[in-house]
T-cell receptor, first 118, second 108 residues
Framework: GAVVSQHPSWVICKSGTSVKIECRSL??????MFWYRQFPKQSLMLMAT?????????EQGVEKDKFLINHASLTLSTLTVTSAHPEDSSFYIC??????????????FGPGTRLTVL | RKEVEQDPGPFNVPEGATVAFNCTYS??????FFWYRQDCRKEPKLLMS???SGNEDGRFTAQLNRASQYISLLIRDSKLSDSATYLC?????????FGAGTRLTVKP
């Protein structure tokens, strides 16, 4: 299958700092990438859909000014958690839509980034 | 009501057992359906798609009942390596929605 990478894989930061997470599709071009958040023992929750060259579409309840998304190229999307607080501590996972045939294009997930805000 | 609901488990079964997971979804316009597997602290990985006619992949069998908006996954002859969380995923217009997952532990 296609490969999606994320960097960093884990990060610990102080409250009030900003953290940038990168998501890359390594062997295909992804016009659409997705950012999810997963709290312990809970489901993946879609935060936003990132479209190359345009503004991200945020899910209801997700603050766009706090979670800045940039999809500057067909292989890279970044999520910046601004002024992080302990409640932002979570597992952040990106996925990239593989441009296949048919009505559904399979999504491939990155390995995730575990954020801990002290 | 959640869009995709699963029994959270945990299911603790002995090696060799057969175990079944259920999932229901609320949006009748959902177009395609999947089971993903997620190991602890890892990303989800596609296990199999689910078709109306039912489909099988080795020890795994998936079923879809559109009328009841119900999806199932059956695992036969379970292995220790099957221990994971199984996520039911429903897609509509390329918008994928995940269930909370069912946790399976297979014990020797």
């Amino acid at each position: 299958g296609a490969v999606v990478s994320q960097h960093p894989s884990w990060v610990i930061c102080k409250s009030g700092t900003s953290v940038k997470i990168e998501c890359r599709s390594l062997d295909f071009q992804a016009t659409t990438m997705f950012w999810y958040r997963q709290f312990p023992k809970q489901s993946l929750m879609l935060m936003a859909t990132s479209n190359e060259g345009s503004k991200a579409t945020y899910e209801q309840g997700v603050e766009k000014d706090k979670f800045l998304i940039n999809h500057a190229s067909l292989t890279l999307s970044t999520l910046t958690v601004t002024s992080a607080h302990p409640e932002d501590s979570s597992f952040y996972i990106c996925s990239a839509r593989y441009p296949g045939q048919g009505s559904v294009n399979e999504q491939f997930f990155g390995p995730g980034t575990r954020l801990t805000v002290l | 009501r959640k869009e995709v609901e699963q029994d959270p488990g945990p299911f603790n079964v002995p090696e060799g057992a057969t175990v079944a997971f259920n999932c229901t979804y609320s949006n009748s316009a959902s177009q395609s359906f999947f089971w993903y597997r997620q190991d602890c602290r890892k990303e989800p990985k596609l296990l199999m798609s689910v078709y109306s006619s039912g489909n099988e992949d080795g020890r795994f069998t998936a079923q879809l009942n559109r009328a009841s908006q119900y999806i199932s996954l059956l695992i036969r002859d379970s292995k220790l390596s099957d221990s994971a969380t199984y996520l039911c995923v429903v897609n509509r217009n390329n918008d994928m929605r995940f269930g909370a997952g069912t946790r399976l532990t297979v014990k020797p």
